[in-house]
């Protein structure tokens, strides 16, 4: 009987471990290197996904960069990248650029963005027109919006930017930005604009929820918060997807980790630690 019981304890033991291998040896194999660029408002998405991914695939190597959201499919058009980051469908016209042809977009994210302001604002909520008016140059004062008697200093991201085609789409209702002037800045990536309001006493910019911080305060528009309750809800307005580009249908290590980004482990998990929106959410 003793004998048997332990036969049965091995057999078991056995049955698991054959059970796993498959599994262990088929993520093993996975190999291969993967290269992403373009959007700074995906990026810290990328980054976990990436450290994730990896972790699970040792054998997959991973390069994630951001210098804007147009250079994502402009670098899989080149062949420098594998993946292109993008605020905004590629494979279609989008006001200020054609789509590029040949290129897939794959959804990854709901992308909330936010006007903030430099945390000596006195003001946490502004209208559509107030926005418009500010962003364009029309309103140079904060007292003029309810706030005290300051030069508002505007920071803009620059031509090329997803967040920067979000926002004049959704929150300014396509009104134009200003471009020049003494309390105008204009910058690079959301990590510029997150540094940039930081630091910047009187400053209104915009950004992804990802980066904001207790240095700066998320406005109110037309008294509707930023949350993601709000966007699911279809009361905040002012939100975009988030694609990952490929020329072509992706394969091998490429499909997998896009794969991974859109599985439910991810979205209901890292992702929405990082203030991003599972894509599943929205109606």
């Known amino acids: 009987m003793k004998w048997f019981k332990t036969l049965a ?14 599994v262990a040896s088929a993520a093993s194999k996975l190999s291969g290197k993967i290269v992403i660029n373009g959007s ?11 450290k994730e991914f990896k972790k699970a695939n040792p054998k997959v190597k991973i390069s994630a960069s951001a210098a804007g959201s147009i250079t994502g499919p402009q670098s ?5 990248a594998d993946i292109g980051a993008v605020d905004w469908d590629a494979s279609t016209d989008v006001p200020g650029f054609k789509k590029f042809e040949g290129q897939v977009a794959h959804k990854v994210a709901v992308i909330p963005f936010a006007a903030v302001v430099n945390k ?11 926005l418009q ?9 904060w007292k003029d919006v309810g706030g005290s008697d300051a030069a508002i200093v505007v920071v803009n991201r620059a031509f090329g930017s997803g967040t920067r ?52 305060k998320a406005l109110k528009i037309n008294d509707v918060a ?13 939100w975009g997807y988030g694609y990952y580009m490929t020329k072509g249908q992706p394969t091998g290590a490429v499909k997998a980790f896009i794969q991974y980004v859109q599985s439910k482990e991810f979205q209901n998990g890292s992702l929405k630690k990082l203030k991003f929106i599972p894509i599943s959410a929205m109606k």
């Open 9 to 22: 304890f091995t057999t078991l033991a056995l049955a698991v471990m054959a059970t796993a291998i498959p």
């Open 40 to 50: 700074s408002a995906l990026l810290p998405l990328t980054l976990q996904a990436a």
């Open 76 to 80: 899989v058009r080149k062949g420098i």
């Open 120 to 130: 000596n604002v006195g003001v946490d909520n502004l209208t559509t027109k107030q």
């Open 133 to 141: 008016d500010i962003f364009s140059g029309k309103v140079k004062n």
């Open 165 to 216: 085609v979000n926002f004049q789409i959704k929150a300014l209702n396509g009104t134009d930005f200003m471009s020049k002037g003494d309390n105008y800045k204009e910058v690079k990536s959301s990590g510029d604009m997150k540094t940039a309001v930081e630091t910047t006493p009187n400053a209104i910019g915009y950004i992804d929820l990802v980066y904001v911080t207790s240095k700066m």
């Open 226 to 238: 930023p949350t993601e309750a709000n966007v699911i809800n279809g009361k905040y307005k002012v």
